[in-house]
Each structure stands twice: as C-alpha cells, then as structure tokens.
C-alpha cells in the first residue's frame, strides 16, 4: 500500500459515495486506475467493503449499555462469540484485557427492551455475571481514520 491507496482509503473514508472520477481528481489518477486500486485493497482486504452508516435512534435503538461480562471458568472468545450471535440487541462484542471475559455493546428500542436484552444476556449458561453501564449521551464516534501518513 502506497501514500496513493492511503489518500483513495482517505477520501472513501470521508466519503464512501465518491465516484472512481471525483477520487481520482483528488489524488491525480483516471477513474479506471482508481477501481483498479480500489478493487486491489478490497481483494487483499485492506477494504472490508462499503457501507451506509444509519443513526439508531431513527431505527428506534436509542437507548443503548456496554455491558462487562464476567464468564463461569475458562471460556474460549469463539464460544462467547456463539452465544453472543443469536441476541440481536447484541451490536458489539469484544474480548479485553481485566476482570471481564467481554465487554458486550447493547442497543434497545427502550429501557424495558434494554433490562429484557439484559435479562437473555444474564441467562446465557455460560455466563455468571454481569456489569452495565448505560449510555446517556454520545460524546464523540468517529469511523477510522483513512489517512494514516
């Protein structure tokens, strides 16, 4: 990957509805040599693919929890992973370094949507407890940075 393929990730980053012409005016290539590069980092999966980014609380998911969980023994990631999969107020999980085996991120219509999600979470066998905090107001998100020179 060159200074070139970090300035088309830039501006697909900033705005992924860019034609292959408007990229390639920016960073000084045809539309054909840009899909060609674009095509390049998508086959090598530097680009995982493109997608539209909806605000949840238009969907009705406004109300959303990082919730600690704390698993019974020695649980592998892949197997908290099949559990986390079939909830689907389940929008991120990740494992972490601490006490916790996971920090799951929740979105729910509502508080009661959230306390049930919770309440199916905490059923889960494999799980002993768990810790949420809610979330009461976005502070700053950010999608990755394209540019990285």
Known sequence: ??????????????????????IGKVVGLSAPAVKRRVDRLL???????????????????GT???????????????????????LPEVVAAYTVSGAADAIVHLRAANIHHLEDALERLRAVDMIDRTVSTVVLSTLLERPPAGDVS
């Open 64 to 86: 959303e929890a990082f919730v600690e969980v704390h698993c019974i023994g020695n649980v592998s990631p892949d197997r908290i992973r099949a559990r986390l999969i079939p």
């Open 1 to 22: 990957m060159d200074a070139i393929d970090q300035r088309i990730i830039s501006q697909l980053v900033s705005d992924a509805r860019s034609s292959y012409s408007e």
């Open 43 to 61: 086959d090598s999966g530097v680009l995982r693919g493109f997608t539209a980014v909806v605000d949840p609380e238009a969907l009705g998911w």
